[in-house]
Nanobody, 121 residues
Framework: QVQLVESGGGLVQAGGSLRLSCAAS???????MAWFRQAAGKEREFVAY????????YYADSVKGRFTISRDSAENTVYLQMNSLKPEDTAVYYC???????????????WGQGTQVTVSS
């Protein structure tokens, strides 16, 4: 079993930055890790993933060049650095772990509880 706990959300003005963290615990960890987000009234969408062992990353077009996903293997923690934030980035952000890196949420078995990010204009 894997537990994921997100933190770092909050309220920020447009153009600002936030860093989200996802602390993983449980069984031996070598999963693909991803961030998804869900805005009010919308479906959950892919943001970024990182392959734990290889540092390969991939981003949704909407965040490419503004967001950076990274991980600290020693701390079993994944980060999402979000810069140049826009009001349309407002959503609940979820961390997920799965055996295969993918932009599809169905590929991820383990999910955190989510953290709210609100960007004011």
């Amino acid at each position: 079993q894997v537990q994921l706990v997100e933190s770092g959300g909050g309220l920020v003005q447009a153009g600002g930055s936030l860093r989200l963290s996802c602390a993983a615990s449980g069984r031996s960890f070598s999963y693909a890790m991803a961030w998804f987000r869900q805005a009010a009234g919308k479906e959950r969408e892919f943001v970024a993933y990182i392959i734990w062992s290889g540092d390969t990353t991939y981003y949704a077009d909407s965040v490419k060049g503004r967001f950076t996903i990274s991980r600290d293997s020693a701390e079993n923690t994944v980060y999402l650095q979000m810069n140049s934030l826009k009001p349309e980035d407002t959503a609940v952000y979820y961390c997920a772990a799965g055996s295969v890196a993918s932009g599809s949420l169905n590929r991820y078995r383990y999910w955190g509880q989510g953290t709210q990010v609100t960007v004011s204009s």
